[in-house]
């Protein structure tokens, strides 16, 4: 996993597509929202995303991009952008390619398995959720990489969530505290060229 990570470390980009569900209770009801994350990482630390909730019939986006430690997000209402330092309650994937620290740790080795014509290393582990969720918790994670080049393929683990911090209203349709999310996070398009600028705050 060390190597895996000096691999990611030494990449210039990549693309991202995160997708799964959040579960949480409306009501004492638990409801499921289909969530989906997909844009593109230009390392160290540039990240450019949309985001969507799916919840019954509605369907909420924000546009998101983070540079260093500034987070820009559009305004639910206006469409306009905003800027804040605090972040969203959403992974970052440009920290998988941070460097030094693998996704996982304690890592067994499954096998070799092939997708899409490729062969991927399969391991199981505890995610660090510094990287994929809120810090300080662990949950299992199966991580799959590629057998050539040693870099990440895909992330799939259920961690818990501050549905507070995703930065949607949610608490209009019943929705705070803590939920849970079962999520497959995927990376794919290393090198491809990809430019992210910090957009115009209104």
Avoid: C
């Avoid at 597509?17 to 593109?40: C, K, M, R």
């Avoid at 209203?169 to 794919?188: C, E, P």
């Amino acid at each position: 996993m060390r190597d895996s990570a000096n691999a990611m470390a030494a990449a210039d980009s990549f693309h991202f597509d995160v997708s799964g569900d959040l579960t949480a209770s409306n009501q004492g009801a638990e409801l499921t929202v289909p969530i989906s994350y997909v844009g593109d990482v230009v390392t160290p630390d540039r990240t450019r995303g949309n985001l969507s909730l799916s919840i019954i019939v509605f369907v909420l986006e924000m546009d998101i991009v983070t540079i260093g430690g500034v987070t820009y997000t559009t305004n639910q209402q206006s469409g306009r952008w905003e800027k804040s330092v605090e972040g969203v309650g959403i992974p970052n994937p440009a920290d998988f390619a941070r460097g030094g620290t693998p996704a996982v740790s304690d890592a067994v080795y499954v096998g070799v398995e092939e997708r899409n014509g490729q062969g991927l290393h399969h391991l199981t582990g505890v995610a660090q959720l510094a990287l994929v969720a809120d810090g300080g918790a662990e949950t299992p994670a199966d991580i799959w990489i590629g057998v050539d080049d040693l870099l990440i393929r895909e992330v799939a683990l259920e961690a818990p969530v501050d549905l507070d911090s995703l930065g949607f209203a949610l608490g209009d349709v019943g929705l705070s505290g803590t939920g849970s999310a079962a999520i497959s996070i995927k990376l794919s398009d290393y090198g491809k060229p990809v430019t992210i600028e910090a957009p115009e705050v209104n």
